[in-house]
């Protein structure tokens, strides 16, 4: 009795809200998948020959998953989660070694009739392992540096076993995990840091062929950047307007000083100028900060002297990547053109989300879909069947249901009693911002291709299951809170 007691008090509690979104998304998704694999010859969207038939078959095991696991008492994820996330780094070391090389990667380990990439379900042990580590007893962020590096540790490790099996896209995903270390206090100069990194990144590939002061037009553009962001960090952060007056005049007093030496033909090469000026005004914010005890000014240094360095090791970091990488990340800057090539893909599934106009063209009747334009249409590239059957209304529906769903799980995040289950959501919520972001943005030519799917939507078992596994796990932890489980 008591059994039956609890498993209704489970079911009562359960945010239903979320449950309906998911299951809207899937049943969504198998329709897209079967008009992404849609000819006048198909069979019915049922059939296990077809894409969309295979796909049902495993909604509806996930459907069976997502019931195991709000059966499961809500304390065992909490008990068990680091032996869960030393079996997935097994896993993922064994895949290495396993899997067969599809594609250029080995990351798919074949079962019988089926396929999965347990880099799909390592995001879950992960997402668990960050949880239980925040939950310790008197652990914060900022309590010390040995902190940092263990909750780096849980997702650095399974990036590096990943990439090692040549699925980059898949690694990149656990970077969203530092969303989660800032809602836990890490630093927001953190962020700024690595916004500030693919920043200058991103202009000095950009602007490479051109010059300003002899220089690359990239790199001229980042120094002024660079001092700019330090006239601006010792005013605002470290509080030192009159110290930010007198970088700012020395920036642009130099400045006009190289210019009026160039028009009496006096050339001083611009990296010179850049590194030297920018080294002086360094050392007089160390010589400020000495003897007026302002620590922020350190910030500051190592900030400028950092993103020179960061300059420096572009050129040999871009060159590290595979050529198809190095060529998307042109393509997608608009650096170069290859609309038969590695751009063909962007280039033909902007087409079909332009074709669709505001209403679309209606359900199977998307022309680009049909004639096979986009390739790998059913998995990556399902967001452009969408646009094109259902316009911008369509597309517009299915971006407001993922913003619902993403809010709705940091609303749970937010209501959790405990530090585990508050992580463990939060990683939900980074898993799925970051997918849906780069999975829209590369479909529409904003992000390079990186093969990142579109949850609930693109084809594929192994990514279905993941991220059920993530929401109904999710979904078993916040139903104990209203249970007042001590879990």
Known sequence: MESRSTNKSIFENIDWITVIIYVILVVIGVFNIY???????????????????????????????????????????????????????????????????????????????????????????????MAKLFSGYNFTLNSSPGNYIKALLLFLIPIALILAQNETGSALVYLSLFFVLYREGMSGLILFAALCCVTFFVIAVKFADSTILDIPTGEFVIYLLIMTIMVGMTAIYCKQPNLAKNLFLWFVG????????????????????????????????????????????????????????????????????????????????????????????????????????????????????????????HTDFIFCTIGEEHGFIGSSFVLLLFLILILRVISIAERQPTAFGRVYAYCVASYLILHFVINIGMVIGLCPVIGIPLPFFSYGGSSLWGFTILIFVLLRIDAARREHLSY
């Not at 050529?323 to 038969?340: A, C, M, S, W």
């Open 254 to 377: 130099t400045g006009l000083i190289v210019m009026i030496l160039s028009l009496f033909g006096v050339t001083i090469p611009g990296t010179i100028y850049g590194i030297s000026v920018i080294t002086i005004a360094c050392i007089y914010c160390i010589i400020a900060m000495l003897r007026n005890h302002i620590k922020g000014m350190l910030v500051t240094v190592f900030f400028a002297l950092g993103s020179i360095v960061f300059l420096f090791s572009v050129n040999h970091v871009f060159n590290t990547l595979q050529p198809h990488q190095k060529n998307r990340i042109l393509v997608t800057l608009g650096i170069v053109e290859d609309l038969r090539g590695t751009g063909y893909n962007v280039n033909q599934s902007k087409i079909a989300i332009g074709s669709g106009g505001f209403i679309g063209k209606g359900y199977l009747n998307g022309t680009q879909t049909k004639l096979k334009y986009v390739p790998e249409q």
């Open 35 to 129: 008009a992404a694999s849609y000819d006048f010859d198909n069979a019915s969207i049922f059939s296990f020959d077809e894409f969309s038939g295979k796909q049902i078959r495993w909604i509806g095991l996930s459907f069976v998953l997502g019931l195991i696991l709000l059966l499961i008492d809500a304390r065992m994820y909490e008990t068990y989660a680091y032996p869960i996330y030393a079996l997935m780094l097994i896993l993922l070391v064994a895949t290495i070694f396993l899997a067969k090389e599809i594609n250029g990667s080995r990351s798919w380990l074949v079962l019988g009739p089926m396929s999965l990439q347990p880099a799909e379900f390592a995001k879950f042990a992960t997402a668990l392992a």
